[in-house]
C-alpha cells in the first residue's frame, strides 16, 4: 500500500514556499478579498441559528460514534448500495482506487471512440490525482464545477477546500477561458465568465456517457448518498450520464437519514455563509428509467485507517470538508493553499495531510500555524485543530530523535540542554547568570538583536526582552532579608 | 494455505485492528447520542409561511401566492400566466402529472420516458414537490410521478415548482422526516436558482441548472 495526497511528496516545505507566496502581491489580494466575504457571510448565517452549537456537539457526537463502528457501518451500506443495484468496489490507496476507476470506464466505452468523463469537484479525486491517471490511461477527464474548470484549463493547483480557484481573480479566470475556449471576445464579468462556462459545458453534460462524483455523506442503514453542489454541473454528473463513478473516503458515513439533518444545517453556513446550498442531489444504487443505468461506488482508504488508533488522531476524520477553518486561519489568508504543497491547505490541511501520509511527508504543515485556535471555534464538527498540531508536533520530535541526525541536531541538543537546566534551581540560576554576561553583545534599545542560528529566526521579526539584571528570586531574598516583621505580620492577618 | 487478502478484507481488518472493541451496541450507542438542537419549528402557520417566501425571495425566486380559499382551482390559470409574461411555450411535464392543473390552450410535452434531445427541447418545466423547508427556503423533489424525473427538472431554463401551503416545514429537520419513507427515491433539494460564486465570491444566479425558479403557492396554511 502506498498511500498518495496530492503532489506533496514533491512539495517543499512550508516555509520555503509561503516565502514565495508572500511575495506574489496579486495572489494575497486575491486571496484575502476573498476569505473576508466567505466569513463574513459565514458569521451573519450562524449568528441567525439559535442552536449552533448544539448542531456542532452533535455532530461531533455522530461523527465520533460512526468512526468508532466504521467496520459495522461500511458493510451496512456495502450491502444497501448494492441491494439497490450499485457495485461497491474497495480501495486501498490511490493507485488502486484509480486503476480500478479505469477498468470501469474501459469497460463501458465504445470502441474507437474517445474515452472521456465529466465530473463534478471531488477533492478525493484530487488526492489520489485520478485525472493524472485517468489522462495517463489515454482517457479526458472534464472538470464541470467552475472553479475546478479554471484550475484544470490553467494548468493549475486547487488552493481552497470550496473554492479552488479562489486565488484567481475575474481578469486571470477571462484569460485562461479567452484561451481554451477559443472566445477572444469574453468580457470580464463573473456573469460573462459563468455563462461562457455553461455554453461550452453544455453539448458535454447532454453527450458524455460516463460521469465521475465525490461523495459528501453515504447514508448507511439506506445505502443513498449525498451531493452538495451549487452550479447545477452536480446534478448534470450524476443524472445525465449512463454510467456513474462515485469516489468516496470511507469515513464520509452517517448512520441515518435522520443524522443528514444535522450536517445539511452545518455544512452551507460553514462553507459559503448560505442558508442551504442551491442543490443537493441524493440517490440510491439504480432507479430504473430515471438517471445512471450503472453505479459504481469506489470506497477508498488510502491512509484513513492509520488515524483511526488514537482518538485524537480519529478526531481529524469528522472533516466534512467545509472549508471554514481556512478562511478563519490568519496564517492561510496570508498564504493561501498553494504553499501547504497538499490539495488539502489550511488548518485541516496542516493535520490531514501528514497524518494520512504517516509522517512521511509534510511534516512542517503542523508547524504551519500560530496555534491561535480561529479554526476550531468555526469548525462545525468541533475537531480540536490547535491540540491535533501540538499532538503531531511532538509525534515529528520523537521520531526525529530516532534518529542519528534528529538525535544531534542542535535543536534537539539545546532542548535537552534546557530541560536539564530546568530540573534544577542551582543550574538555572546559573544560567541566568551566564545569560546577562552573554547577551550584552545582541542588546540593542533594551531589547535582544540579531541572536545567532536559529534564535536569529525569532529575533528577526519579534522583538526578545533580555535576561533582566536581576530576577523575582533574587529580589524576593532581597526582601525578606529587609522586613521580616512585615512578612510575618501579613502572614497573620490571613 | 494463505490468500492473499481482498482489499475490502484488508481495509476492514486494519479497521478493526485500530478500534477497540465497546460493550455497548451500536443501536444503543447510537439511539444514546444527545440531539438538543432545534427538531421541531416553534412558529405558526403563518408566520412559517412568511418565513418561507421573504426566504425564496432573498434567493432570486418568483413567487406567485393563490388565495388559501380557491383550493387548487386557480394552477392553471397561474401557470398560464407565468408561462406567457416569461414568453415560453415549450413546457414539458411528467406523464403523471394531472392534467387540471394545465393550461388547455397549450400543447404540452409529456415525459413518458423521452430521451435527453427529447427534454433538451422544453424551455420551461412544471413539477410538484413532497415537501419544502421555510428557514432555508428549500424544495424537496422526490423524483417521479408529477414531481417528474431528474433529467426533465434540469435540462429547462426555468422550473416552476407548485408547492401546497401545508407542505412547508419550518425546519430541515422536519422536512427530512417528512419524506424518510422516500429517502432510497431520488430526491433533489432546491433553494433558489442554479448559482455559482467561484469568481471573486460574486453570486451569478443560472450556471447549469434551471436559470429560473418560481413557486407557486396554493391551499390551506
Request: hydrophobic share 40%; aromatic share 6%; charged share 25%.
Amino acid at each position: 500500500m502506498k498511500v498518495v495526497v496530492g503532489k506533496t511528496a514533491q512539495a517543499p516545505d512550508f516555509p520555503i514556499a509561503a516565502k514565495i507566496a508572500l511575495k506574489n502581491d496579486q495572489l494575497r489580494r486575491n486571496v484575502h478579498n476573498a476569505t473576508g466575504i466567505i466569513r463574513a457571510r459565514r458569521a451573519i448565517r450562524v449568528e441567525e441559528m439559535p442552536d449552533w452549537e448544539d448542531l456542532r456537539q452533535t455532530a461531533n457526537d455522530i461523527k465520533d460514534h460512526t468512526l468508532a463502528h466504521l467496520d459495522h457501518y461500511l458493510i451496512q451500506f456495502e450491502h444497501n448500495v448494492e441491494r439497490a443495484g450499485g457495485k461497491v468496489h474497495w480501495a486501498r490507496d490511490a493507485a488502486e482506487a484509480n486503476k480500478i476507476a479505469i477498468e470501469i470506464i474501459r469497460q463501458y466505452s465504445v470502441d474507437g471512440q474517445p474515452a472521456e468523463v465529466i465530473k463534478v469537484k471531488t477533492m478525493t479525486s484530487d488526492e489520489i490525482q485520478m485525472n493524472v491517471a485517468l489522462e495517463h490511461a489515454g482517457i479526458n477527464p472534464i472538470e464541470t464545477d467552475l472553479a475546478d474548470m479554471i484550475v484544470q484549463m490553467g494548468n493549475d493547483e486547487p488552493s481552497h477546500i470550496i473554492v479552488p480557484a479562489l486565488h484567481k481573480n475575474r481578469f486571470e479566470v477571462r484569460e485562461i477561458f479567452r484561451e481554451k475556449m477559443n472566445l477572444p471576445d469574453l468580457g470580464d464579468q463573473p456573469v460573462d465568465l459563468a455563462n461562457a462556462a455553461r455554453h461550452y459545458l453544455r453539448d458535454k453534460f447532454l453527450r458524455v456517457k460516463i460521469g465521475v462524483s465525490g461523495v459528501n455523506f453515504g447514508v448507511a442503514d439506506s445505502g443513498a448518498i449525498c451531493v452538495v453542489e451549487s452550479e447545477g454541473n452536480g446534478r448534470m454528473c450524476v443524472t445525465m450520464p449512463d454510467v456513474l463513478i462515485s469516489l468516496m473516503g470511507i469515513e464520509k458515513l452517517v448512520p441515518t437519514w435522520q443524522d443528514l439533518e444535522v450536517f445539511l444545517q452545518l455544512l452551507p453556513r460553514s462553507a459559503t455563509g448560505e442558508r442551504m446550498n442551491p442543490y443537493n442531489s441524493f440517490w440510491t444504487g439504480i432507479t430504473p428509467g430515471d438517471g445512471p443505468k450503472h453505479f459504481h461506488l469506489i470506497l477508498l482508504d488510502n491512509g484513513r485507517t492509520d488515524l483511526l488508533h488514537d482518538e485524537r488522531e480519529r478526531e481529524t476524520l469528522n472533516c466534512i470538508r467545509c472549508g471554514a477553518c481556512l478562511n478563519a486561519c490568519p496564517v492561510y489568508r496570508e498564504t493561501g493553499g498553494h504553499a501547504y504543497g497538499s490539495i488539502y491547505s489550511g488548518p485541516i490541511g496542516a493535520i490531514l495531510t501528514p497524518q494520512l501520509q504517516s509522517l512521511d511527508h509534510s511534516r512542517s504543515l503542523p508547524y504551519a500555524s500560530s496555534l491561535c485556535g480561529a479554526c476550531y471555534e468555526v469548525c462545525p464538527v468541533k475537531i480540536n485543530i490547535p491540540e491535533t498540531l501540538i499532538h503531531l508536533r511532538g509525534k515529528i520530535v520523537r521520531e526525529d530523535q530516532k534518529t542519528f541526525t534528529g538525535a544531534l541536531g542542535i535543536e534537539n541538543l539545546a532542548m535537552q540542554a534546557i530541560a536539564r537546566i530546568f530540573l534544577s534551581h542551582r543550574r538555572y540560576e546559573a544560567a541566568q547568570r551566564l545569560a546577562r554576561v552573554g547577551q550584552l553583545v545582541f542588546k540593542r534599545k533594551g531589547q535582544l538583536a540579531n541572536l545567532p542560528g536559529m534564535a536569529g529566526d525569532w529575533t528577526k521579526f519579534r522583538d526578545l526582552r533580555p535576561v533582566p539584571s536581576y530576577s523575582f528570586r533574587d529580589w524576593w531574598k532581597q526582601r525578606g532579608n529587609e522586613s521580616t516583621a512585615k512578612d510575618s505580620a501579613t502572614k497573620e492577618v490571613r | 494455505m494463505t490468500t492473499i487478502p481482498t482489499a475490502r478484507e484488508e481495509i476492514l481488518g486494519r479497521i478493526r485492528t485500530a478500534l477497540p472493541g465497546t460493550p455497548t451496541s451500536v443501536e444503543t450507542s447510537h439511539a444514546s447520542i444527545a440531539r438538543s438542537y432545534n427538531r421541531i419549528g416553534r412558529l405558526d402557520r403563518h408566520a412559517c409561511l412568511e418565513l418561507f417566501i421573504d426566504r425564496l425571495v432573498d434567493y432570486d425566486t418568483d413567487v406567485i401566492q393563490l388565495e388559501t380559499a380557491t383550493g387548487d382551482t386557480l394552477i392553471a390559470q397561474s401557470v398560464a400566466d407565468i408561462l406567457h409574461n416569461a414568453n415560453e411555450d415549450r413546457l414539458i411535464v411528467d406523464e403523471a402529472f394531472p392534467q387540471d392543473w394545465l393550461p388547455e390552450t397549450l400543447a404540452v410535452i409529456r415525459d413518458n420516458g423521452l430521451s435527453t434531445e427529447q427534454i433538451d427541447v422544453a424551455q420551461t418545466v412544471l413539477t410538484t414537490c413532497e415537501a419544502a423547508t421555510a428557514a432555508t427556503g428549500t424544495i424537496f423533489l422526490v423524483h417521479g410521478g408529477a414531481q417528474g424525473r431528474r433529467a426533465a427538472t434540469l435540462l429547462p431554463d426555468h422550473h416552476i415548482c407548485i408547492v401546497r401551503r401545508d407542505q412547508v416545514y419550518e425546519l430541515i429537520p422536519e422536512s427530512l422526516a417528512a419524506i424518510a419513507a422516500s429517502s432510497t427515491l431520488p430526491i433533489t433539494t432546491i433553494s433558489g436558482p442554479s448559482a455559482t460564486a467561484d469568481i471573486e465570491m460574486t453570486r451569478i444566479r443560472g450556471v447549469h441548472g434551471p436559470r429560473r425558479l418560481t413557486v407557486i403557492l396554493y391551499g390551506a396554511l
